[in-house]
């Protein structure tokens, strides 16, 4: 196994790594810098640990708010049409990352000063709220900009599939086969290899045999494509092979989990859950 399939294996986990890496290594320069400034003149009129406590709660803060960030960068990908109305819902997304960064922040902050037998002080509310929102905006922006960046280049390492149909020109048509173009490789995937499909922002990600292939469609089109082949929406997220279900158990609350023969369980909603019935009698 090279690196790239541990990495496809568990990918949140590894970015999630990553990220936590370099909020550490670049928090804890700023945290330094800030008391060889406060120490340049003589005795510093702080203690060593709180430019730590200001960088660290920023990156924990960061961190918390990371998954809801990405979850919204895939909702509002960057494309080259209406970018009017794409900056400006980015601009109102900077606005509301920067007033939970900074609400998450403060409050670790004045916990760690109690602690410490201290209390803590953010100054002017609208003087510090701007100071802080610059960096803010540049950080979503940055992360903005990296998150497609990866997106490209992992969807490209990992192959990106495309329906083969009959007729090229159908949209309709029901594929047997997906044509999956990995760098400068191609090959097939049979439809009935697949065993679910998973909603991932503007794309369905194929399952099949541990490996996921990305397809730039909606799961509720692929799904009804595929429904003659014996595939069936289960969830908001996910839509499962008939085939490759062991075994289906339902809770008092009306939903329901679905189990893979591959050992993967999948949850299956109560909103799907009469259709779902209908189509395996």
């Known amino acids: 196994m090279n690196w790239f399939e541990h990495f496809d294996r568990h990918p949140r986990r590894y970015v999630a790594l990553l990220l936590m890496a370099y909020l550490f290594l670049n928090n804890s320069i700023n945290a330094t810098s800030v008391w060889m400034e406060h120490s340049r003149n003589g005795v510093p009129k ?3 640990w709180e430019p730590f406590v200001w960088e660290y709660s920023s990156a924990i803060s ?4 990371a998954p809801l ?3 919204w960068f895939a909702r509002l990908p960057l494309r080259l049409d209406g970018l009017k109305h794409q900056l400006l819902l980015h601009f109102l997304g900077t606005l509301v990352f920067a007033l939970l960064h900074v609400s998450v922040m403060v409050a670790l902050r004045e916990i ?3 602690m410490a037998g201290s209390s803590y002080e953010f100054g002017p509310l609208v003087r510090e709220f701007f100071y802080e929102y610059r960096k803010d905006a540049w950080g979503y922006f940055s992360w903005l900009v990296l998150y497609q960046l990866y997106q490209f280049v992992y969807s490209r390492l990992k192959g990106e599939a495309r329906p083969v149909d009959e007729q090229e020109d159908s949209q309709s048509a029901v594929p047997e086969h997906f044509l999956v173009r990995k760098l400068d490789r191609e090959f097939l995937v049979r439809t009935n290899d697949i065993e679910y499909l998973e909603s991932s922002g503007n ?3 194929l399952h099949s045999h541990g490996r996921i292939y990305p397809l730039r469609a909606t799961l509720g089109e692929l799904s009804n494509r595929l429904q003659s082949k014996g595939f069936s929406r289960i969830h908001r997220s996910y839509a499962v092979n008939h085939n490759a279900i062991d075994s289906i158990s339902y809770q008092n609350s009306g939903d329901g989990e679905i189990q893979l023969k591959s050992g993967v369980k999948l949850n299956l ?3 799907y859950k009469d259709a779902f019935k209908l189509a395996l009698s």
Request: aromatic letters at 16%.
């Open 62 to 65: 960061a961190l918390i708010l």
């Open 46 to 48: 702080i203690e060593l």
């Open 69 to 71: 960030l990405f979850a």
């Open 203 to 205: 794309y369905v990600n």
């Open 269 to 271: 909603s109560r909103r």
């Open 112 to 114: 760690v000063y109690a």
